[in-house]
Every structure is written in C-alpha cells, then in structure tokens.
C-alpha cells in the first residue's frame, strides 16, 4: 500500500505550482495518471521514487516510511523499477549487460536468462542499445525493470513513440507481469484505449492537483452504457459536404467516417478526444474470417 | 642538442595531467549534479587561469609558497615541502594551471548525460561510486580522452607560471618553453629554433588527435 500525502513547489513555463498529493494506492493496483502535459505527472514518480524530494508532507509504503520530516529513504532502498520516456538503457552495455546490471547480486543466473527468452531477447542480447528500434529498446527496458524484482512498477509514457502493433503486443506483457509478479503499478498514459485496457483507476492531475479519480470506464464516458456501441477515438479531419459534415475519426488504427450536424461539429477541433456512439438498435454480428 | 628540458617538460605534463584527472572526475561529478549555491564561484575559481595572465598566477604561487611565509614555512616544517623553484611546486601550480583544461570537457560530458541514466543505476540498487565508474564515465570516454589531451597539451606550453616560481634550473624546473626563452637571450637561436620546432609539430598534432576524436565521437564511434 501507498499513502502520499505531499506537497512540492515545482518551476513550470508558467510559474510556479504546487504540486499537491493525498491518495492511497492499494498493493496490487494498476494506476493510470493522466492529465495535460505539465500538470505534474512525471514529477508524481520522481517523488515516488526519490528523484525529487517533497516540500512537506509523508510517503508511506507497506509500513514503512519512505519519507516524513525531510527524512527521506535513499533511493537504491525503495525497489522501484522506473521505465523512464527515454528508457535510459546504459550505452556502454550490451543488452544482456544492461539486464544483468539491473539484477540483484545474489540472483541466479538463469533468471536473466529466463527473462530474456521471455521477452524475445535472444537473438539482441550481444547488440548495443544504440542499434535497437524502439519496440526493441522498450522490450529491453521491460526485460531489465522486472531483473530488478521490483514492488513497484513505474511507467512515464512507455508506449508513445511505438508503432499500434507492437504497442497492442507490449501492453499484453506489461499487463502479465503486473499480475503475475502481484506488482503495484502507475503508469502515465495520454493514451485512453491503453488506459481502459491496462489500468483498474485512473487518477487525473491538471495544474499539480488531483482532479477525479475514478474506474477508466467512469473517467472517459461519463454516462451510463446501456447497451449502446461507444468507441474512443481521435478527430483527424472534418469537412463540410453541402449542409453536412463528415468527420473522420481514428478508433485504434481504424479510420472511420461519421455523419455529424452543424451544431455538433461547431465545438470539435482536429486531435480532440472523442466518443463515437451508436443507437444502433439492432447491431449485426460478423465473423471474421482470416 | 641538450634533451633535458624536453624530457622534464614531458615529464612535467604526465604527472600534471595524472593527478588532473583524478581529481577532476570527483569535482566535475559534484558541479554536474550539485544544485548548492556556491556552484558559480567554484566554476569561477575553477576557469580563472583561463583568463588571467599566467604572471598573475606565478606571483600570488611565488608569495605563498615562499618559506619567508606562514603558509610556505608551514609546507617546509610540516611536511618539508618547498615549493618554490623545484618540481613539485611546478606540479602543483601547473595543476592549478590546467585544472579548467580537464574539468570543461569532463563536466561538459556529465552534463550531456540524460539524468534518467544515473538515476536508473540508483534505482536498481547501485550507489555513486558504482554509478559513476560503470555507467557515468564509461559513457563519455571522448570527453575524457579531450581532458586528457588538452591538459597535457596546456601544460607543455605553460611558461609565465614556470618561470615565476621555477625559475630556470636545470634537470629540475627548466623545460622546454623556458629553454628556447633561454636560448633566444643568449643569442642561441638554432637552438632555439631546434626547441620551438618540435613544440610547435607536437601541438599541432595533439590537436589534430583531439578535432578527430571529436569528429567521431559525433558518430559514436568511441562510445
């Protein structure tokens, strides 16, 4: 269990912020922080970490004080494993190194082994980080947070720059080992399918302060689902056509066409979040076929 | 040809730019990371003998090493060090001398490291040691390699320092830039000559060597 309760004075482009947390995060749970870029979501797992120390306030994890009066615990004592943005794979160490840096001394040696065959690392484990494609690296960053035997799990954006296949693939293992390993997860997504996908609450920070916390499903489609066909997506074009509008809107990495009124298209821009619902009352079912 | 003075010049160089390095791993590592407020003045001590002239340097060196001085009669009872006009006082003030030549690329390199890698070692366990010499320095071995250099290189060309407090004796504080000042007062200009010559190639090509260390570590050949 977590019990942050924290304040910190953080310098943003526009000023200064105060950066306020009070949440309790139950061992086992999988967190989404979301929220417009600078509300204070990477600075919450710096101070969760140890990065950065809070103004005031307490860290509790487990029973155990993390942090309380400016005392804080060292950051090689919290048995966090960080995936941070830009990965931060060591470039002096070949795969298996990187792995095998992350790993407690103590640790048998077949677990390094074992957790590179299982994140498809075998044929990359003598190659430099440098010549690694992002899918790659992040498996890697994957393979050598869980070399940690980490509690905690955190995640700052570690899906964005990747391409919607291995994306959908890297969310299935990220998902496995947060339950299998029984870990405490938070992870800072923009990305609303990933979040209702892997998260169980979803907590929402906007200018250093919490401001819902909620299921996924209550967070991003405020009404009730009766039934009815929602899907989130992404405005990525709108065009008038007579006295229509067709707005095209991507759910997943499908495109798809919408017929919209005047009124509605009024307040949609391109790149706004959106929900496509249907009233469809009788929805047909096809089989795929492969 | 006397090769003396070219001989104590490289030796000179060499432990100069020995002790340099491991002391300006410790200091670039604390003004990397460091947020306290006396970092600016440190950094301003630190490049100083960028900008003064070398004389200012030798004078202050030659007032307090001189054994007529509490802190040079201190040196000479504690620890029976003379600095002035011997080779460990060259040392000394060349490593005062130098000291920006080594910490601007060292410092320069930390600084360019993204803190999620120091911070990533943290968090698997590893302290600042470990941190440092497994991950930091490994990682900027081109910027090390220039330190190196170019200390080496700044020391060989010293001369106002050398010539306040070493004076001119030989074997022990007379190298090669106060040789040829040497020789050029006595007339002696093939001599002169001879000296300048083989200065003037080396520092042309230890240059050289650190433009192309440059180039590639661009290309991230040396990482």
């Known amino acids: 269990?977590?019990?942050?309760?924290?304040?910190?004075?953080?310098?943003?482009?526009?000023?200064?912020?105060?950066?306020?947390?009070?949440?309790?995060?139950?061992?086992?749970?999988?967190?989404?922080?979301?929220?417009?870029?600078?509300?204070?979501?990477?600075?919450?797992?710096?101070?969760?970490?140890?990065?950065?120390?809070?103004?005031?306030?307490?860290?509790?994890?487990?029973?155990?004080?993390?942090?309380?009066?400016?005392?804080?615990?060292?950051?090689?004592?919290?048995?966090?494993?960080?995936?941070?943005?830009?990965?931060?794979?060591?470039?002096?160490?070949?795969?298996?190194?990187n792995i095998q840096f992350a790993a407690k001394k103590n640790s048998p040696k077949t677990r390094i082994a074992d957790l590179i065959k299982q994140m498809q690392l075998d044929e990359l484990a003598d190659k430099f980080p440098r010549s690694l494609s992002g899918g790659q690296k992040q498996r890697v960053a994957l393979a050598r947070a869980m070399a940690q035997e980490p509690n905690i799990l955190l995640l700052d954006e570690p899906l964005s720059a990747l391409d919607t296949n291995t994306r959908l693939s890297l969310q299935n293992y990220i998902?496995?080992?947060?339950?299998?390993?029984?870990?405490?997860?938070?992870?800072?997504?923009?990305?609303?399918?990933?979040?209702?996908k892997l998260a169980d609450r979803v907590i929402k920070l906007d200018n250093g302060k919490i401001t819902g916390i909620g299921t996924p499903v209550e967070t991003f489609m405020q009404r009730e689902l009766s039934g009815k066909f929602k899907f989130t997506?992404?405005?990525?074009?709108?065009?008038?056509?007579?006295?229509?509008?067709?707005?095209?809107?991507?759910?997943?990495?499908?495109?798809?066409?919408?017929?919209?009124?005047?009124?509605?298209?009024?307040?949609?821009?391109?790149?706004?979040?959106?929900?496509?619902?249907?009233k469809a009352f009788n929805p047909i079912v096809y089989k795929l076929t492969k | 040809m006397d090769w003396q003075p070219l001989i104590l010049t490289f030796q000179l160089a060499f432990i100069t730019t020995l002790l340099l390095f491991i002391i300006a791993i410790p200091i670039s590592h604390w003004l990397s990371f460091t947020k306290s407020k006396v970092k600016p003045i440190i950094e301003t001590i630190i490049s100083m003998p960028i900008v003064l002239p070398p004389t200012v340097l030798g004078f202050y060196f030659l007032l307090a090493f001189s054994p007529g001085n509490t802190?040079?009669?201190?040196?000479?009872n504690t620890f029976g060090l003379q600095l002035v006009f011997s080779f460990s006082g060259l040392v000394l003030a060349s490593?005062?001398?130098?000291?920006?030549?080594?910490?601007?690329?060292?410092?320069?390199?930390?600084?360019?490291?993204?803190?999620?890698?120091?911070?990533?070692?943290?968090?698997m366990g590893h302290g600042k040691w470990r941190t440092l010499t497994k991950v930091l320095l490994p990682n900027i071995r081109p910027s090390l390699v220039s330190g190196i250099i170019l200390s080496f290189a700044h020391t060989i060309g010293e001369f106002g320092v050398i010539l306040m407090i070493g004076g001119n004796i030989p074997g022990k504080t007379k190298v090669a830039s106060i040789a040829i000042y040497d020789e050029v007062e006595s007339m002696n200009y093939a001599a002169a000559n001879r000296y300048s010559l083989i200065l003037f190639l080396m520092a042309f090509f230890i240059l050289l060597s650190v433009y192309l260390i440059n180039r590639n570590s661009k290309n991230q050949s040396l990482i």
Request: proline residues 4%; aromatic residues 8%; glycine residues 8%.
């Open chain 1, 1 to 97: 269990m977590i019990d942050i309760d924290i304040k910190k004075e953080l310098q943003s482009p526009d000023g200064t912020m105060i950066l306020a947390l009070n949440e309790v995060i139950k061992q086992g749970e999988f967190i989404a922080l979301y929220g417009p870029s600078g509300a204070g979501k990477t600075s919450t797992l710096e101070l969760l970490a140890g990065i950065m120390k809070p103004d005031e306030g307490h860290i509790k994890v487990n029973g155990e004080s993390w942090f309380y009066n400016s005392k804080s615990l060292p950051i090689q004592d919290r048995k966090i494993a960080y995936m941070f943005q830009d990965y931060a794979l060591f470039p002096n160490m070949t795969v298996e190194e």
């Open chain 1, 175 to 196: 998902k496995e080992l947060h339950q299998s390993l029984g870990l405490t997860t938070i992870m800072i997504s923009h990305d609303i399918s990933e979040i209702i």
């Open chain 1, 233 to 278: 997506g992404e405005v990525i074009n709108i065009q008038q056509q007579g006295f229509i509008y067709i707005v095209t809107v991507l759910i997943q990495n499908n495109p798809i066409k919408v017929i919209a009124q005047k009124t509605e298209v009024e307040d949609l821009e391109i790149g706004e979040k959106v929900v496509v619902a249907s």
């Open chain 2, 71 to 76: 802190f040079g009669s201190w040196l000479d």
């Open chain 2, 95 to 123: 490593m005062i001398y130098s000291l920006p030549f080594m910490v601007h690329p060292i410092l320069s390199g930390l600084s360019n490291l993204p803190d999620s890698l120091s911070n990533a070692s943290y968090l």
